[in-house]
């Protein structure tokens, strides 16, 4: 694993852009796994801001995301489809039939994940998966649970979930209970990983994640087992790794 050791949110943005860039740099027919929450938006705005100077061209590259709401539609502005129109697609040349997003409004789970893993298959596997990571250590919607599931699967979210990700909407009761996620296999098969983690709501998890035992109850932990594993972490972060003298 390579960690990155940045100071705040700026620097992590930064820092996480550079790496997304060199990708597409390298390897303009990228396929790029993306990710959403409130982690990447910095590094989006800085891609976006790179790509208006000209500095990227993303008109090649191709996109799966890790998750989608069960039971939202594309133009729900709460959806993850919508959030990725709002915070990258719709500002740089990125072909948006190219995009893509597990289909939030396909009611059947099943014939939902298997259309997406044919889709994960059909563009060739991810070049680099982009990750946030969950206050308890989910990664995608993989929630903490017994088992890795290691396919695209329906998820019934865990309350802590909803809980955080009720800001993102006008009342709790509003936050979608199920969501469709990437399973393991779909991220641990991704050539590169990049992990991004900022603030001291994912110390505990980012010092469990990485320096804990690897097992399902911190679905994160499995990445110790990924051979090219990049974190951007920031000191808030750090804290806890920091604390138990892992650094
Ligand atoms: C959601 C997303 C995850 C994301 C997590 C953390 O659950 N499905 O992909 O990593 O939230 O979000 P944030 O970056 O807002 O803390």
Redesign the pocket.
Known sequence: MILYQVKDYKELSRKAANIISAQVIMKPHAVLGL??????IGAYEQLVEWYKKGDLDFSKVTSVN??EYKGLSGDSDQSYRYFMNTNLFDHVNIDKSRTFVPDGLEEDSEAACAKYDAVIQSVGGIDLQL?????NG????NEPGEAFIPMTHCVALTKS?IE??ARFFASMDEVPKY?Y?MGIKNIMSANKVLLLASGE??AQALYDSFYGPVIPEVPASVLQLHNDVVVVADDAALRVCKEKGAL
Do not use: E, Q, R, Y
């Not at 990750?131 to 206050?135: N, Q, S």
């Open positions: 990710a959403t929450g409130s982690t990447p890790l998750d990750l946030g990571i969950g206050g989910h990664i995608g919607f979930t955080a990700n969501a996620t709501g994912k």
